[in-house]
């Protein structure tokens, strides 16, 4: 097999000041010295291994593989495989709706949500590096509902790592409460008297105070953190690999186009992710609720960040994604290495707005629907299929749909798309009662949850009450 050398990274503000490091040295950073977030210096090229992956591979075996090529300085192949066993217990499903429309299921994992896999390859990741140097550390993280439960159910007895999560009172839903506050151990909810900008901002002002990050070892698990994105690539990864054999014969050529419900965009980063880095697809459907501003930049070339929107499919209501900075930086990388192919001199300084927009339009096609929509087609999916969708997955098949109607499909001759199912249905039976009728059954688990006595300590959102805590806990 051959080893390449480890991938590093690099800050998205860099500007051409190539000072990349080590994975592990980003993910326990989170956020780049100057601000910026983490993105692969280099375009690894992994199609031969993809290529030489056998037929029957399991999840886990793909991503034990590619986690040793892809830090093989930093990790031992044994290394790799413990990270990887220990993170994925669950593995993605592929699920057919009809003959032009197909869902991949990332909602096996502990919280019911794809922020499963991102979080538990990072807890592992994380724990890994912790055992060597016998370091302890807190983790740190504000949340308006799904990404918390993921990180806490990620972090659960994890050896040197304490866990405290910020949430705004009353402003998240009873099974996301219940989620958040039922895991225990070294697991502590912070129920914070105020909203979730409050949390948010509780959190930077910790990280910003020398003496409480120095002496509690801060670090972040939030959804910037580029040990979340990783592991989002491999399954990027497993559904190509999985489709291609689907397709007998037609081995290399797929004419399955890929929709990402995005909210924050980390997801369809790691999707471009995944692109840069040797799969073979052309476009990604980006497909968003009312929160519409990637589609619109998408349609203008503007970026216009505006607050968020409610609507059904909540953990897409993001009106200003931070990941938008990675898409922008990946795009002009891509510019800069397919420009210095021909010209040595080109640097990244010459690349202009209006190139990164047309670059990014020819990876991105944008959609957007509205809460309306969102239930005709929870409706529609039910009574055609008898299936029940969250929100989320809802404003993915509905934009597929619409894709497959459009000019753009017909122009490049697409007429199947894979949509990425990013939550269980039983997690939303409200919306779902509302669009269809019927209430999806809960996961056993769920409901376990929900008889477990809570535990969470009510805070107010000053920095005095949040270091109290800390005290107590860490
Ligand atoms: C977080 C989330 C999304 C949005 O993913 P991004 O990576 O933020 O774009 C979509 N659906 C569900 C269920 C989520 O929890």
Known sequence: MSVLPSTKFVSTRAHGKRKSIFFFDAVFQGLA????????????????????????????EMTTTLTQELFSEELSPLEAKKICTSAFNFEPTIKVL???IMLLELFNGPSYAFKDYGASYLASMMQMRLRNTRKKITILIATSGDTG???????????????????PSKRVSPLQEK???TVGDNVFALEVQGSFDDCQQLVKDAFLDDILRASFNLSSANSIN???LIPQVFYYIYLWHTLMYNAKGKKGKSDWLFCTPSGNFGNLTAGLLAKNWGLPIKHIIAACNDNKVVPNYLKTGIFHPEPSKETLANAMDVGNPSNFERMLAMCKQQIVRRKQKTNLSFYEDQVKDVDIHREMNKILYGFSVNDTQIKLEINRVYKQH????CPHTAVGTSVARQTLQSNFAQANGYKKVVVLSTAHPGKFSEVIKGSCGKTPPIPECLQIVCDKP?????????????????????
């Open 454 to 474: 809570s535990r969470s300590y009510p805070i107010k959102p000053v920095l005095d009450s949040l270091a109290e805590k800390l005290d107590e806990f860490c």
């Open 226 to 228: 580029i040990g979340r």
């Open 179 to 181: 989620q958040l506050t």
């Open 386 to 389: 008898k299936e029940f969708i």
């Open 33 to 60: 010295e100057d601000g910026g977030l983490f993105i692969p210096t280099e375009f690894v090229d992994l199609y031969p291994l993809i290529k030489s992956f056998p037929v029957e591979m399991s999840f886990l």
């Open 149 to 167: 439960s993921a990180v806490a159910q990620a972090f659960h007895l994890k050896k040197h790592i304490n866990v405290v999560i910020l949430y």
């Open 98 to 100: 009809d003959d032009s």
